[in-house]
């Protein structure tokens, strides 16, 4: 056989009845002797050996011709055979079998994915292992929640803003109370006569102190601006009155007080005194919250994030004030309410909004750091409740002349009371009031009639000392001034 026809051949020597045949040359060998078998190189050239020892009779079989077609076929039919074979099997198998050998198969698997977790967890346990001592806690805010550790390991936090504020507003809630201004108004008819009738206006207010003989409220000063009375709501529904007890216009903020003796034992119990927080540490984006008396309703609640800081806007009134800018629903009857941070600490007192059907979630609220030290002044004056009889009404000797807003707008004058006179050797001469000069406040509340000069001075007696704040020309503008007054006895040809 040529090798070149087949590499694969090797040489191979096999046993049959003590002799060997060589595959390479087909010759036939007894002991060490060569022997002639009958076989010529011719037969044996087409003779091929298997790699197996083989009886007789099979070695026989092998040494014929070999047919590589036929040899082919052959193998294919038997791998034809053991595919039907297979597939016989498969088709004869019983449905329970089936199910049992499902059942298994997918147990066998579950309990390998199962080890194949469990290694997977342990490997990544031992590559994250940290150590207890190299990381340490911080501090959190009380509204946030931290999820628990696993193995009493220390890791880093993972927290959320919590969504639910109930908690929160009940705990503030007793602290903020609605205010009723009731005032009369005035106007002139079509035919020129003056007329005045009475009207009422809704505002907010934040309980921020209380002595021995008062409930001190913080509001704006518009809220409580020309009240002929005022009605504060608390939380339990109960009502009282309350007297302003010192305001500042400029800052639109005010004082009310309302006497500890016109308080039942349960409204006392009720209440709370709001806590202060730090406007300065504000942050944009920060969630806030409002409460007043919307539209005169009632106490209601709204939510939403400090918008801008330091957002400065000119009011009704001219006077320009820096204020915190959020989209909080603020309404007519906000002003003078809490805008609060997360943790239920004032922040803001809520003051303006901008109406227009182009404007949506612009709301402002006072700063709560630069309100307290104006507010905490406005608590250390002395409360005004009783009018002083007639001939003790203190005196300033000044002429009056109202400006209204024609003049004002007409010359570029502030809104107050123009000196026309001084009188000579008087309260407001010795106080360096001077003519020309225009009084806009009186110990610290907005003046801007010589009406409301002669009402608040009904309360102060002769001889006592209060506040003037004037504005004065110099050089084109006017300059404010503030003025130490003690007025004077007024005069029997006055009286």
């Known amino acids: 056989m040529n090798n070149k026809m087949f590499p694969h051949r090797k040489e191979v020597t096999v046993m049959y009845e003590n002799e060997i045949y060589s595959e390479k040359n087909g010759a036939s060998q007894q002991g060490d002797s060569s022997v002639n078998s009958g076989s010529t190189g011719n037969n044996t050239a087409n003779t091929y050996f298997d790699y197996t020892a083989y009886s007789a009779e099979e070695l026989k079989k092998q040494t014929g011709s070999y047919d590589r077609n036929a040899a082919k076929a052959a193998k294919k039919a038997a791998k ?219 106490q209601s609640v709204t939510n939403g994030i400090i918008s801008a800081l330091n957002r400065e806007m000119t009011t009704e009134d001219g006077s320009t004030g820096t204020y915190i800018q959020t989209n909080a629903a603020i309404n007519h009857g906000n002003s003078g309410g809490a805008l609060l941070n997360i943790n239920g600490e004032v922040i803001g007192i809520n003051a303006a909004k901008i109406d227009g059907s182009t404007v949506e979630g612009m709301g402002y609220a006072i700063p709560i750091n630069a309100a307290s030290p104006i507010i905490s002044e406005l608590m250390q004056r002395q409360t005004r409740t009783e009018k002083v009889a007639e001939d003790e009404i203190g005196y300033m000797g000044v002429t009056m002349q109202a400006i209204t807003d024609e003049i004002a707008n007409a010359y570029g004058m502030p809104k107050g009371v123009f000196v026309r006179e001084v009188a000579e050797g008087s309260a407001a001469e010795a106080a360096g009031i001077r003519k020309g000069d225009i009084i806009v406040k009186f110990d610290g509340k907005r003046i801007s009639s010589s009406s409301d000069l002669q009402s608040t001075l009904q309360y102060f007696r002769a001889g006592e000392t209060a506040t003037v704040t004037i504005k004065r020309a110099e050089n084109g503008e006017y300059t404010a001034y503030d003025l130490e007054i003690t007025l004077g006895q007024r005069p029997s040809s006055t009286k």
């Open 80 to 298: 034809a055979a053991r595919k039907a074979q297979k597939a016989a099997g498969h088709t004869t198998m019983s449905t329970p079998k089936k199910f049992v050998l499902s059942v298994s198969l997918g147990l066998c698997f579950g309990l390998f994915a199962g080890l194949g977790f469990y290694a997977v967890h342990l490997g990544a346990g031992e590559l994250t292992k940290t150590d207890n001592t190299a990381v340490s806690a911080t501090e959190l805010p009380g509204n946030v929640v931290t999820l628990p550790s696993e193995n009493n390991v220390t890791t880093s936090h993972v927290t959320y803003v919590q969504d639910d504020i109930s908690d929160m507003v009940e705990e503030v809630m007793p602290s903020m109370v609605s205010i009723v201004n009731n005032y009369t108004s005035t106007g002139m008819n079509l035919w020129g006569q003056t007329y005045s009738q009475p009207g009422v206006a809704s505002g907010s207010g934040i309980i921020i102190g209380e002595t021995d003989e008062e409930l001190l409220i913080a509001t704006n000063n518009h809220v409580v601006e020309n009240a002929d009375s005022l009605e504060i709501t608390f939380i339990d529904e109960s009502t009282a009155e309350a007297v302003v007890k010192g305001t500042d216009s400029d800052m639109d903020l005010a004082v009310v007080a309302v006497p500890i003796s016109g308080l039942t034992e349960d409204t006392l119990n009720a209440i709370t005194v709001a806590k202060l927080g730090d406007s300065d540490n504000l942050k944009l984006g920060e969630p806030v919250v409002a409460i007043g008396n919307a539209l005169g309703y009632g």
